[in-house]
């Protein structure tokens, strides 16, 4: 038996970027740790490093919110699940016939046609 269905591209621009709660930047979450190894002399050093969390974004707006109206720390996204939210919203506000967010919107030399719209290309681009 077949099925009919339709699909959407959805261009996923800056959807992990912005906060599905609030609409604000979300920021980079580093871990600190620290390695000791001993130097050509044998004196023990201790090297502070900073890595970036690549799954990890951090919002500090809803982190300021009163926690005590919501179960979940807001503070914390997973840029995935963050990024799976933002899109569902740009579908359902492109069947319901509305405008793109425009922070998900991208600039017109970047713009694809995968948000169901055609674009045409910049007039300076080559």
């Known amino acids: 038996m077949l099925f009919a269905s339709q699909v959407t591209l959805i261009d996923e621009y800056n959807t992990s970027q912005i906060c599905h709660c609030c609409g ?39 982190k300021s919110m009163d926690k005590a109206k919501t179960k979940y720390d807001h503070t914390y996204k997973h840029r995935d699940f963050n990024a799976a939210i933002n899109i569902g919203t740009i579908f359902v506000r492109l069947c319901e016939r509305r405008a793109r967010p425009p922070q998900f919107t991208p600039p017109p030399e970047t713009a694809t046609a995968a948000d169901g719209e055609a674009h045409e290309p910049h007039p300076d681009a080559t």
């Not at 871990?31 to 090297?47: A, H, L, P, R, T």
């Open 24 to 62: 604000n930047k979300l920021k980079d979450v580093y871990q600190k740790k620290s390695v000791s190894f001993k130097d050509g002399n044998g004196i023990e050093k201790v090297v502070k490093l900073r890595s970036l969390i690549w799954a990890l974004k951090r919002c500090d707006h809803c």
